[in-house]
């Protein structure tokens, strides 16, 4: 099935004509994208530091890292090493939690609804500019590995890239397949993937052309279910106990009522992404919380890998290397599994960069930072400035401990329903470092309104609450001018092709 995406991209395109200052020949798009310049303006600002290394993973929670005492038993000693001597970003989100959409928001520095890989079955635009085109314009070496996702139909090489190693959506923890430049490798069923792509990363980095500067983006497929830890790591925290987290039990009882929680909670504790029928009962939570760790210890041996590579070769003095999650996970929360929602564990994500020279050591960002940052600080440590058509910021200043007055003090999410996974509606959320407010669309239920300083843990919604109407006000009307401002006032809609497999309605329309 071909999908007509022209009534997307043209309004795209338009924004960027407008700020470029290229007129579309026609309404042709292949000749209105080669009429657009990927030659971004340079800052002016001048830095030793010009090389990036942006290490992504797949489902890491924010808080579980050893250092953070999450999970007292976790050791992530690279991360604990990235925190300790650079920055943890402690306040960083995604703006959809979901892997396709928050790839393409880092990828293209836009919203979902702009970009428009609004879920994990939407094409990719044609006309999307991933940043790395403006960094190879700048002379820059770039590089590939891992998942990618956007776009299951093929593992390509995608623009942007002088050296290209994927696979096909998911991929496989073992016996993977690569499509390294457009060639096929298979590798054997005792190959771990995360072990394979760093591997590559590392060999990459020591016979690229040096005369360059470089961007690596090493895109790990752990941690996504179905975990499956390195061999080497399977078991080793089988004796240790699971964290269970106050608001499990929430929707077990009747008590979410008085609390406020919305009913579609109390349904999907019973569904696929559930405590109570996890998987359709593939799963049991303390195996899956346990596997789940243990294949994050070959992601982290992954990052001491990279950092103890740059730390012993002449990268040290010029290399950023930045380590972030593509969406949060939820641990049994208000009685969920995985991601989508807009409750913290979902909506976080780790963020780490480690740069010796410019980062001080164990230095800690409050402010809130997301995705779409991403782009602009990388663009930044090139000495670039990013297109006005992104929205986000380089925090490459908050990582040199200087303070930007105009930081921004809210930020937004979106999420569109899903016909494979109905269970979680489509949301809206806006958030500042105190407050929350969650809408829901479609739907005859509670929105959510929290006041995170008194009720971290989300289980008392205030959306009745009368002295707090007036921030609710304030902070819907912020989503609304969100939406209105950004082009995101439409609902994107799939045709339905196949029938329900949800545990409720499975086998129907
Ligand atoms: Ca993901």
């Known amino acids: 099935m071909k999908i007509n995406f022209r009534n997307l991209i043209i309004p795209s395109l338009s924004i960027l004509f407008i700020l470029t200052g290229c007129q579309p020949q026609g309404d042709n798009i292949d000749e209105a994208r080669e009429a657009m310049s990927l030659i971004l303006e340079k800052s002016g600002a001048t830095s030793d530091l010009k090389n990036v290394i942006f290490v992504l993973s797949d489902d890491h929670r924010y808080d579980f890292m050893g250092f953070t005492g999450k999970v007292p038993w976790l050791k992530t000693p690279a991360m604990d ?14 703006t959809t939690s979901l892997c396709s959409p928050s790839r393409a928001s880092i990828l293209t520095g836009m919203y979902s609804h702009t970009h428009t890989v609004v879920d994990n079955q939407a094409p990719v635009p044609e006309d999307l500019i991933f940043f790395p085109q403006y960094l190879q314009k700048a002379g820059y070496e770039t590089a590939y590995f891992g998942k990618w996702h956007m776009g299951h139909g093929h593992d390509d090489p995608r623009p942007g890239f002088d050296h290209w190693e994927s696979f096909k959506g998911q991929g496989n923890y073992y016996k993977p397949s690569l499509n390294i430049n457009g060639e096929r490798f298979e590798y054997d069923e005792d190959t771990y993937v995360t072990d394979l ?8 980095m020591k016979n690229r052309n040096k005369d360059k500067p470089f961007f690596m983006y090493l895109s790990h497929k752990a941690v996504h279910a179905l975990f499956k830890p390195a ?11 699971v964290v269970i987290p106050p608001s499990y039990y929430l929707t077990a009882a009747d008590d979410y009522k008085e609390h406020e929680i919305p009913e579609w909670v109390k349904q999907q504790r019973n569904s696929w992404h559930g405590v109570d029928d996890m998987y359709h009962g593939a799963h049991n939570f303390d195996t899956f919380f346990k596997a789940y760790c243990e294949t994050l ?18 990268l040290k003095d010029n290399t950023l290397v930045l380590y972030m999650g593509d969406n949060g996970f939820s641990f049994g929360e208000h009685g969920l599994i995985d991601k989508r929602q807009a409750y913290e564990e979902s909506w976080r994500v780790p963020l780490l960069a480690w740069a010796p020279g410019m980062i001080k050591p164990g230095s800690k960002v409050k402010n809130l930072v997301q995705n779409i940052d991403i782009a602009p600080t990388v663009l930044d440590m090139a000495g670039l400035v990013a297109p006005d058509y992104m929205p986000g910021k380089s925090f490459g200043p908050l990582l ?17 329903w ?12 806006v958030r500042t470092d105190r407050y929350k407010f969650i809408r ?8 959510e309104f929290y006041d995170l300083e008194n009720d971290p843990w989300e ?4 959306i009745r609450s009368p002295e707090h109407q007036e921030q609710i006000e304030l902070m819907l009307n912020d989503l609304w001018t969100w939406l209105e401002e950004t082009g995101g006032m439409q609902i994107p809609l799939k045709r339905t092709t196949h029938k329900k497999i949800d545990n409720r309605f499975k086998g129907y329309y």
């Open 197 to 204: 792509l760093t591997e590559h990363a590392l060999e990459w």
């Open 400 to 416: 040199k401990g200087q303070n930007v007055d105009d930081w921004r003090n809210r930020i937004f999410y979106e999420y569109y």
């Open 81 to 94: 090493k990235m925190a300790a001597e650079g920055c943890h970003l402690e306040n960083a989100f995604v």
């Open 459 to 462: 289980m008392n919604n205030l």
């Open 440 to 447: 829901y669309h479609g739907l005859w239920d509670s929105n």
């Open 297 to 314: 210890t070959a992601l982290d041996e992954s990052l001491g890998s990279v950092i103890s590579y740059v730390e012993n070769s002449d």
């Open 418 to 429: 899903e016909y494979a996974y109905p269970q979680t509606p489509t949301v809206h959320a």
């Open 231 to 241: 061999q080497r790591h399977e078991g080793m925290y089988e004796n240790e106990e």
